[in-house]
């Protein structure tokens, strides 16, 4: 069993920069991949950004390349979400998730299966 905490988010304007980070505890000795996940209200959720915990190899959603970086720390157990140059569609609630799927299916919300509670992203223009 794996636990998760986001903390890092809130209001910024468009142009910004945020820092996002997602703690985990528990069994995390099983832990394949971590990633990052977004929902807006009334939208699905969405793959952001996802790492190997061993390797280091990450993946991104087209659209935040260049803007966004993950990066983990295995030592603390936690990853971390870099934002840089938010948009308004940037805006969702942020979820870090950690699973022991393949990793051909690293960018599919079913290869996860602890979640944290959210964290609030807001971008205003």
């Known amino acids: 069993q794996v636990q998760l905490v986001e903390s890092g988010g809130g209001l910024m304007q468009a142009g910004g920069s945020l820092r996002l980070s997602c703690a985990a505890s528990?069994?995390?000795?099983?832990?394949?991949?971590m990633a990052w996940f977004r929902q807006a209200p009334e939208k699905e959720r969405e793959f952001v950004t996802a790492i190997t915990w061993s390797g280091g190899i990450t993946y991104y959603r087209d659209s935040v390349k260049g803007r966004f970086t993950i990066s983990r720390d295995n030592a603390k157990n936690t990853v971390y979400l870099q934002m840089n140059s938010l948009k308004p569609e940037d805006t969702a609630v942020y979820y870090c998730?950690?699973?022991?799927?393949?990793?051909?299916?690293?960018?599919?919300?079913?290869?996860?299966?602890?979640w944290g509670q959210g964290t609030q992203v807001t971008v205003s223009s």
């Open positions: 528990g069994r995390t000795f099983s832990t394949v991949s």
């Open positions: 998730a950690a699973g022991r799927g393949s990793i051909q299916t690293i960018r599919q919300l079913s290869s996860y299966d602890y």
